[in-house]
């Protein structure tokens, strides 16, 4: 009976043992069956190749809007119904600095010149872009539903509108139409928000403050305020000194049911504008020189609705590591994800070239987080973490869309680039990405002839494919 019982015993040491072993193992789930197929190409235009430059892509109901700049380095905007094969394409009317009060219509330069694109409850489409420290350029069409009668009004609200960067339109949840934009420079620039009345056909001032102050000492670099799954407004930011990108430093962010009451992270209100004096708003004082750069993080939220933060910063040797931020016990706690043998060293000013960059995270259905990423030296990856923000594991996932795009022109150094739509399209299984080629960033100086040869605008339709 004893020797039974021995040998039971034994057994069921060796059984917990072997679970336990393999329960330690890195789990790996393969989603590599979740691929897309391309529904449609269309070739819109031949656009500038010489350096990056954001370009917009809206889907709208039945139609779709794009702008961008061409070959010439002309703004261009375009329009289709969805079932039409092809846009049709209207060329701004060429303006220069020197004789249009500080705008332009044609692009020098500078990558951060991009170009977005906002409609209103009417339908009447709006148009901002190519400025970096410049008057705000903005358009804003005669009639509904058509690009081609974009119009160019040289104010919105007439004043903090002469340094403009970085504009960005959004709906709130009401659908009404926000334009923000960075009043000031880099190291020195408060956020600005303006809100536009259909009624009565023009903007004005959302927010008495601005969102955020850098108090003349520094400005901050914020996302977009986003509604996520508790119907509130998140948006998260990091402060800059100066414009030397190095200059970065304490990731924040705060919340508001209406975007003009806000809250810290903890449920404390807190009185605009947002400053770096403002402790409760700070999710990690990471240093200058720190190892983080403009918006170099995403943010999910919990089971219980409380932000998560996946972020990057140096460790204590000085390589980049990507690391998470939850909030316990009314603090934030901070914890290493990666394990990485690489040091990105940022610095200076201008637009510079990314070596990292997240691409998405999200809490998954079966419990799991999950942090989509791309690399210089690792590559894309999908890293799994548990509901303590450990790493215990990876994703397989398929190659993304861009990395499978074969790069046409035959210029030493083109790369692929690629726009996101900004609009939402009603078949959840239908995305659309615009695709071009460019040389990589050149800290916004001009570069050397010989220029690469125009490269071709495409739009993909794509369809997901379940496993």
Partial sequence: MKTKLVIVIVGFLLLFACSTKKSNQPLEIDETGKTETIEQVIKIDSVWAGHPVGFCLYTHGDRQYIAYYNANRNLVVGQRNLEDENFDLHIMPPTSRETSGGTSTVLGWDSH??????????????????????????????????????????????????KSTYPHFM??????????????????????????????????RMLDVPLTDGQGLMNAYQTQPTVLK?????????????????????LSYMRSPDLKNWFDAFGGKIALPATLDNKSLIVDPIPVKGGIINLAAKLCLDENNNPVF????????GNLQIYAAHINDKKWIHSQVTNWDYRWEFLGRGSINVEFRFKDFNIRKDGYYEVDYWHIKYGNGTILLNNKFE?????????????????????PGLLVKTSEDIGAVSDKSIRYVLKWETLNSNRDLPREKPWPKPSQLVLYKLKSTKE
């Fill in 113 to 162: 010149n991009s170009v977005t694109l906002g409609i209103d409850k009417d339908g009447f489409i709006h148009l901002s872009g190519n400025m970096h420290t410049n008057p705000i350029t903005y358009f804003k069409s005669k009639h509904a539903n058509d690009i081609s009668s974009l119009v160019q009004e040289m104010e919105m609200i007439g004043t903090n509108e002469k």
């Fill in 171 to 204: 709906l709130t949840k009401d659908g009404e139409l926000i334009f923000h934009y960075r009043d000031g420079s880099s190291g020195n620039g408060n956020e600005i928000y303006n809100i536009y009345s259909s009624e009565n056909k023009t903007w004005s």
């Fill in 230 to 250: 508790d119907g509130w407004y998140h948006v998260y930011w990091v402060w800059r000194d100066t414009p030397d990108c190095e200059t970065n430093h304490d």
């Fill in 310 to 317: 996946v972020y990057h910063k140096y460790d204590s040797v």
């Fill in 391 to 411: 790493n215990i594991g990876k994703v397989l996932k398929p190659e993304p869309f861009d990395s499978s795009l074969e790069i046409k022109g035959d210029f």
